[in-house]
């Protein structure tokens, strides 16, 4: 929950400065859950049966990989930044 009295000893900089990081944060989670999501579906969907085509496919799961690493990373940093304002 939201502290009012931690708002009231921070700067209108700050607060708008820990909000607006928060949004951003919290956008491009947004941008990288749905980037999974449709690489997952990609990855699922096709049907891998040249090189060529397995070679796009491992290419698809490693980029799913990397974009969970990144969606965990920025939900921590979201936690973080929504724990600054909550203290």
Same mark, same amino acid.
């Given at each position: 929950?939201?502290?009012?009295?931690?708002?009231? /000893?921070?700067?209108?900089?700050? !607060?708008?400065?820990?909000?607006?990081?928060?949004?951003?944060?919290?956008? @491009? #989670?947004? *941008?990288?859950?749905?980037?999974?999501?449709?690489?997952?579906?990609?990855?699922?969907?096709?049907?891998?049966? /040249?090189?060529?085509?397995?070679? !796009?496919?491992?290419?698809l799961v490693e980029l799913?990989?990397?974009?969970? @690493? #990144?969606? *965990?990373?920025l939900h921590v940093r979201d936690?973080?930044?929504?724990?600054?304002?909550?203290?």
């Open positions: 929950m939201y502290s009012f009295a931690t708002a009231e /000893s921070w700067s209108s900089e700050g !607060l708008w400065s820990w909000f607006v990081a928060g949004r951003e944060a919290r956008a @491009a #989670l947004d *941008a990288v859950e749905e980037a999974a999501g449709s690489l997952q579906q990609l990855s699922t969907d096709a049907d891998w049966q /040249s090189q060529g085509m397995r070679a !796009l496919h491992e290419l799913q990989r990397r974009a969970e @690493a #990144l969606m *965990a990373e936690w973080e930044i929504t724990r600054a304002g909550a203290s």
